[in-house]
């Protein structure tokens, strides 16, 4: 319970911190994913960034309304590719320094135990 609810507290913040930028923390997480890789499938992306199909489909239609991603058809009949569009790197790339300060606050609030402990504790948890 607890590390939902702590996962709860950061995405709120988060939601907050680049809400200047009319985008959410879960959509900075897609574009973020998009601009290191060209073209992903639904599939690729859901399984990278650790959600659910439908989860992550529901953030895909409100960015693709928003024209900062497009999608088209994939290799296989069945697959779509999603890719940034300009308009999605512009938002991207506003959202980034936010994001990097908001890292910056978090490390200086978690003392004990350290920032890196914390991550890397997290992260021997998200591979359960």
């Known amino acids: ?32 994913t ?13 399984n990278f960034l650790a959600v659910d199909r439908t989860t992550l489909s529901r953030n895909l239609a409100v960015l693709e309304r928003r024209k900062l991603l497009s999608t088209g058809p994939g290799d296989l009949a069945r697959m779509r590719r999603i890719t940034l ?28 135990p350290d920032f890196q402990t914390t991550l890397t504790g997290l992260r021997h948890l998200a591979k359960l």
């Open 1 to 32: 319970m607890n590390t939902r609810k702590a996962a709860r507290a950061l995405t709120r913040r988060a939601d907050h911190q680049l809400r200047s930028v009319g985008i959410t923390a879960a959509q900075f997480n897609i574009l973020g």
């Open 34 to 46: 998009l601009s290191t890789d060209s073209a992903a499938s639904i599939t690729e992306m859901a």
């Open 85 to 112: 569009t300009p308009d999605g790197r512009k938002a991207f790339e506003a959202a980034l320094p936010i994001w990097k300060g908001a890292q910056q606050e978090l490390r200086a609030l978690l003392a004990d």
